[in-house]
């Protein structure tokens, strides 16, 4: 399908894309939005939805999911037009002066004005080079922690040192049973208050440190996990 606008296309339906739609939307500019995400948020609605985020101006406190509605409402009466599930991959300026884009689902989108707010780019999971992992996948090998609730009671090993892994942890810990965090290097890269809030949580014995380590097996029996294996750096 070939569509020509007479507006904007936008490369990326984070919360920076939605931003710019209400943004254009206020210069009379409609816009058509390009993600390879099923749904509109970003990393806020594929990778946090449940998280609390305390950084938003006048916002004192919005979870990662209702800051993506608030975002998708703000939006809502410029009538963006929303192509999910498909990648931008070519971008091409014309003769004419207008851009166009296409994307990995055959559709073509001709506009004046293209922004890209690609964020941290078409993400997908980081795959650590352990044997057996693909069976596991889905069952006891996650990439994101979507729902706190679906890991309610159960014991956790988290890999990872920047703001997700200890995001995440901080999060499980009053849910899981038990959290391990698994780091390559004894310093986090997360933001400071974060890495205070987990440091005060591993002393009051509610996260469990495996640092320096590093993710080395997986045990059980090729869905379910019993155990992981931390070599020790
Ligand atoms: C666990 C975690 C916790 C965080 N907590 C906070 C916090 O508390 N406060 C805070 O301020 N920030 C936080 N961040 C960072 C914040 O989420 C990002 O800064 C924010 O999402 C950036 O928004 P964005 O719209 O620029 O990019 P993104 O959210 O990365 O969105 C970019 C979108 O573009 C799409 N895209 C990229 N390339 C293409 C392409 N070629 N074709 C189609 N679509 C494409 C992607 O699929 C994605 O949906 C956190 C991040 C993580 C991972």
Request: net charge negative.
């Amino acid at each position: 399908m070939n569509i020509r606008v007479q507006g904007a296309i936008v490369i990326g339906a984070g919360p920076v894309g939605l931003f710019c739609v209400f943004t254009l939307g206020m210069a009379n500019i409609p816009c058509h939005v390009v993600d390879a995400l099923p749904e509109l948020g970003g990393q806020c609605a594929a990778l946090y939805p449940e998280k609390p985020i305390y950084d938003i101006p006048a916002q004192p406190f919005i979870l990662g999911a209702d800051l993506v509605e608030r975002l998708a409402e703000q939006a809502r009466p410029f009538e963006p037009v929303y192509h999910l599930n498909q990648q931008a991959n070519r971008l091409t300026r014309l003769d004419d002066g207008f851009w166009r884009v296409e994307t990995s689902q055959g559709l073509t989108l001709e506009a004046p004005a293209v922004v890209i707010a690609a964020g941290a780019g078409a993400f997908g999971p980081k795959r650590p080079p352990l044997e057996g992992l693909e069976g596991y996948e889905g069952h006891s090998v996650h990439y994101l922690v979507k729902r706190a609730a679906d890991f309610q009671g159960l014991r956790v090993a988290i890999a990872g040192g920047g703001d997700s892994a200890v995001d995440w942890a901080i999060l499980l810990a009053g849910v899981a049973a038990k959290v391990w965090l698994i780091h390559r290097r004894p310093q986090f890269r997360a933001h400071a208050g974060s890495v205070e809030k987990l440091m005060s949580l591993v002393a009051e014995g509610k996260i469990e440190l495996a640092a320096p380590g590093q993710l080395a097996g997986l045990e059980g029996d090729g869905r379910q996990l019993s155990a992981v294996i931390v070599d020790d750096l």
